[in-house]
Every structure is written in C-alpha cells, then in structure tokens.
C-alpha cells in the first residue's frame, strides 16, 4: 500500500468520520452572523485556560507555608512565568465575559426552547461548574483574597439545617482553613476542568444532534451550508478581535478591576493576620448581593 493509498485509509476510519461530520461538514444556517462566534470562542479560551493551567502548576507548591513564594518564583524567576500567570488570571475573567454573552445570546434569540432543553440543561452545569472552578482558583495562590474568600464561602455550607458545621468540617479537612484545604481545593481545581471538557462537549454533541437556531427561527435543510471555510472565517474575525483585547488588557490594563482586589491578592496571608476590610472580586459580586438579601430576610 502507498504513502498516499495509507493517508486516505486512515482519513476513513471512524473517529476522523466523526471529527469531520461536528467539524467540517456540519450543516449551518447559512444567516448566522458573528453573535453566533461566542461558543466557539468560549472553547478556545477553555483550552487556555488549561494549557496556562498545567504549566503554572509545575511550579505551584500547594503548602501553607509555600504557596505564595511559588507564586512569586513563578512571577519572578520562571521565564516567561509572569505572562503565564496574567493570561492565567485574565484569562479567567475573559473566559466569564464570554460565557455571559454566549448566555444573553441565547436568550434573546430563544435558543432554549424545544427541542433544545437538554443543550440548555448543560450550558447550565457548565456554568455552574464554571463558577465553582473560578472560585477554587483564587485559593491556590494564598494570599488574604484566598484565605478569607474560601474562609466565608465555605462557612456559607453551615447554613444547612443539622448537618451544616459537618459539611463545613469536612470542606476544610479540619476545624479551619489550613493545609487539608488548600491542597483539597488545588486538586479540585484540576479536576473540575476535565469535567467542564466533558460537559461542553456533550453541550456541543447535543446542539449538532438538534441542529443550530438562527435569527429568523425558521429550519429548512435547504437553507444550510456546511460550516467549512464560511463560519470558520466569521468565526476568525471574534477571535482576532477577543485576542486583540485580551492583549491590552493583560499588557497594559492589569489593574484595571481595581487597586484594592490586587492588593488583597499581593498581600500573602499569615495565619493571625486579620484584615478589617476584604475586597469583593466583581465575578462574585451577583452572588454576594444575593447573600447579602438573604441576610436581611
């Protein structure tokens, strides 16, 4: 058999079938305009995520006593570590941005409704998933945000009616945050985001089984084009523009969520050091207010 005779045989085995049916061949409502980017660019930044993830843990010491002078060997001594950690951590909030128009998106245009229940049902786990990850991230570092954030929220599980201090005693792998805990939210938050993978590709495995919505809602087979060179260059254009903004927002706009939330992560935290005043990230600004109402209730 020739080189070339060997090429087409492996291109018709299943799994290259496959790829190329969700990939290539898919057939796309040929009026989509460049709002419909937002879930393909979410996946991208979801893969940056974890590659900036895997290399910024090789030199992460998940310890008490350790874990903030890694974060300062990784800023300081890692070639090119300082650029990792930024594209880590805006990466993070640009990953959220994303996701939350993706979500607008959707409902404007009414993607939610039959036959696609169950798309909807995932992006729902995925963005709780996404929440949950992005919180467990701000522990590994170990500064004042990370200590006192993991300290009130978990503290939120004693609320449960009988077994609410277990659950809480349990999260911490102890009677407080120490140790047991940051090195239970540094595994979890690898492990989370292999599930968040699974979870988006069923998301995308269930959209293409129900077929894409487009602005006219109307679904005509004769209306499709497959999405092979068209949408992939619409799909360019959002992501040339998202790297465009990620550039100067990690280069030239690092403090701009506010001087206090980048002094509480800067600030590492010892253990009877108690700050009067702790700064409130914007990702978690929704859920606090919500917090905060049920406090006066």
Known sequence: MTIRNQRFSLLKQPIYSTLNQHLIDYPTPRNLSYWWGFGSLAGICLVIQIVTGVFLAMHHTPHVDLAFNSVEHIMRDVEGGWLLRYMHANGASMFLIVVHLHIFHGLYHASYRSPREFVRCLGVVIFLLMIVTAFIG???????????????????????????????????????????????????????????????????????????????????????????????????????????????????????????????????????????????????????AVYLTKREV
């Open 138 to 288: 701000y522990v590994p570092p170990w500064g004042q945000m990370s200590f006192w954030g993991a300290t009130v929220i978990t503290s939120l599980a004693s609320a449960i009616p009988v077994v609410g201090d277990t659950i809480v005693t349990w999260l911490w792998g102890g009677f407080s945050v120490d140790n047991a805990t940051l090195n239970r939210f540094f595994s979890l938050h690898h492990l989370l985001p292999l599930i968040l993978v699974g979870a988006s590709l069923l998301h995308l495995a269930a959209l293409h089984q129900y077929g894409s919505n487009n602005p006219l809602g109307v679904h005509a087979e004769m209306d499709k084009i497959a999405s092979y060179p068209y949408f992939y260059v619409k799909d360019l254009v959002g992501r040339v523009a998202s790297a465009i903004f990620s550039s100067i927002w990690i280069f030239l706009l690092l403090m701009f969520w506010g001087i206090p939330t980048i002094i509480y992560l800067l600030i590492r935290c010892p253990p009877r050091l108690i700050l009067c005043r702790n700064g409130i990230s914007y990702r978690s600004m929704p859920f606090f």
